[in-house]
C-alpha cells in the first residue's frame, strides 16, 4: 500500500506540478507578439531608358560601350623589338657558310614579327573585337502593383498583413 501510495505522490508530482501556459504560434507568417504578420510578394516589372537593357543578374539597366584598347608590342623571351620586327638576342649559326635565318646588320638571326598585347585601363577586354567594353549601369524604373513595396535588398515587391496568431497550451 506505501508502494502505491509513493507510486500516487510521484505521478501527482510529475505530471501535475508543470505549468500549463499559452503559447501563441503561426501556422503562416512570423509571430510578432500576439500577431502573425504575413509577407506576400510578386515579381517587379523593369522598365529601362532607350538604349539600355536590363540584366536580370545586376537588376540594372545597361548599356555596352566599346572603345579602343591600348596595346603594347610584345616580343618574345629572348629577342628584342627593333623597326616592328623581333630580332634574337643570339646570333644563329650558320650551317656550311649559309645562314638558315636571316641576315640582320651582317649577322645570321631569327627574324619574327611582333604580335600585340591588348589591354584596358578601363573596362573589360572583349577578346573578339580587341576592345574595351564599359558597361554603364544605372537604375532601372522600378513598378509594384498597388498596395505592395519595393524591397531594394532583396528586389522583390512586398506586401505586409497581419493576422490574429492561434493559441495553444504548453506545459512548462
Same mark, same amino acid.
Request: net charge negative; glycine share 6%; proline share 3%.
Given at each position: 500500500?506505501?508502494?502505491?501510495?509513493?507510486?500516487?505522490? #510521484?505521478?501527482?508530482?510529475? /505530471?501535475?506540478?508543470? *505549468?500549463?501556459?499559452? !503559447? +501563441?504560434?503561426?501556422?503562416?507568417?512570423?509571430?510578432?507578439?500576439?500577431?502573425?504578420?504575413?509577407?506576400?510578394?510578386?515579381?517587379?516589372?523593369?522598365? /529601362?531608358?532607350?538604349?539600355?537593357?536590363?540584366?536580370?543578374?545586376?537588376? *540594372?539597366?545597361?548599356?555596352?560601350?566599346?572603345? !579602343?584598347?591600348?596595346?603594347?608590342?610584345?616580343?618574345?623571351?629572348?629577342? +628584342?623589338?627593333?623597326?616592328?620586327? #623581333?630580332?634574337?638576342?643570339?646570333?644563329?649559326?650558320?650551317?656550311?657558310? @649559309?645562314?638558315?635565318?636571316?641576315?640582320?646588320?651582317?649577322? /645570321?638571326?631569327?627574324?619574327?614579327?611582333?604580335?600585340?598585347?591588348?589591354?584596358?585601363?578601363?573596362?573589360?577586354?572583349?577578346?573578339?573585337?580587341?576592345? /574595351?567594353?564599359?558597361?554603364?549601369?544605372?537604375?532601372?524604373?522600378?513598378? #509594384?502593383? !498597388?498596395?505592395?513595396?519595393?524591397?531594394?535588398?532583396?528586389?522583390?515587391?512586398?506586401?505586409?498583413?497581419? @493576422?490574429?496568431?492561434?493559441?495553444?497550451?504548453?506545459?512548462?
Amino acid at each position: 500500500m506505501k508502494k502505491i501510495i509513493t507510486l500516487f505522490i #510521484c505521478m501527482l508530482f510529475v /505530471c501535475g506540478c508543470g *505549468k500549463r501556459e499559452t !503559447e +501563441f504560434y503561426c501556422e503562416e507568417g512570423i509571430l510578432e507578439g500576439s500577431r502573425c504578420k504575413v509577407i506576400k510578394s510578386v515579381e517587379p516589372t523593369y522598365t /529601362c531608358q532607350e538604349g539600355f537593357n536590363f540584366n536580370n543578374e545586376t537588376k *540594372k539597366c545597361e548599356n555596352v560601350i566599346s572603345v !579602343e584598347a591600348s596595346y603594347d608590342i610584345v616580343c618574345d623571351p629572348g629577342y +628584342f623589338l627593333e623597326n616592328g620586327k #623581333c630580332i634574337s638576342e643570339e646570333d644563329y649559326p650558320y650551317n656550311n657558310g @649559309v645562314c638558315t635565318a636571316s641576315i640582320y646588320n651582317g649577322k /645570321c638571326k631569327d627574324i619574327r614579327y611582333r604580335y600585340k598585347a591588348y589591354h584596358c585601363l578601363y573596362g573589360t577586354l572583349n577578346k573578339e573585337t580587341n576592345k /574595351c567594353d564599359l558597361v554603364d549601369g544605372r537604375k532601372p524604373n522600378v513598378e #509594384c502593383p !498597388e498596395s505592395y513595396k519595393y524591397n531594394e535588398k532583396t528586389f522583390i515587391c512586398e506586401a505586409f498583413s497581419y @493576422v490574429e496568431a492561434l493559441e495553444r497550451e504548453v506545459i512548462k
